[in-house]
């Protein structure tokens, strides 16, 4: 069992950074971590995720501004996001598993919410 706790969500004004983290516990050998979201009336989505070797994949709305990052050592994932766009508002939601197409663990999530 893994559990995955999220920090860093928040109010932001367009063109803003926030930086999300979460920590991992619980874990044996996590390949990948990542992040996706939610945004009322719409499907969940993959933002972001990094695989153990270091591979990662990022949604097309948010390549060039949102970069994710691990500390191995710690079990954390982050992930920076600079020129936050109000259509970057939705829950975040911190997640692990096997590949960019097969994830088992789920944070709680974490609000976003950029303001124009």
């Known amino acids: 069992q893994v559990q995955l706790v999220e920090s860093g969500g928040g109010l932001v004004q367009a063109g803003g950074s926030l930086r999300l983290s979460c920590a991992a516990s619980?874990?044996?050998?996590?390949?990948?971590m990542g992040w996706h979201r939610q945004a009322p009336g719409k499907q969940r989505e993959l933002v972001a995720g990094m695989l153990r070797g270091g591979t990662t994949n990022y949604a097309d709305s948010v390549k060039g501004r949102f970069t994710i990052s691990r500390d191995y050592a710690k079990n954390t994932v982050y992930l920076q996001m600079n020129s936050l766009k109000p259509e970057d508002t939705a829950v975040y939601y911190c997640?692990?598993?096997?590949?960019?197409?097969?994830?088992?663990?789920w944070g709680q999530g974490t609000q976003v919410t950029v303001s124009s």
């Open positions: 619980g874990s044996i050998s996590i390949n990948a």
């Open positions: 997640t692990s598993g096997f590949n960019f197409n097969m994830w088992r663990y």
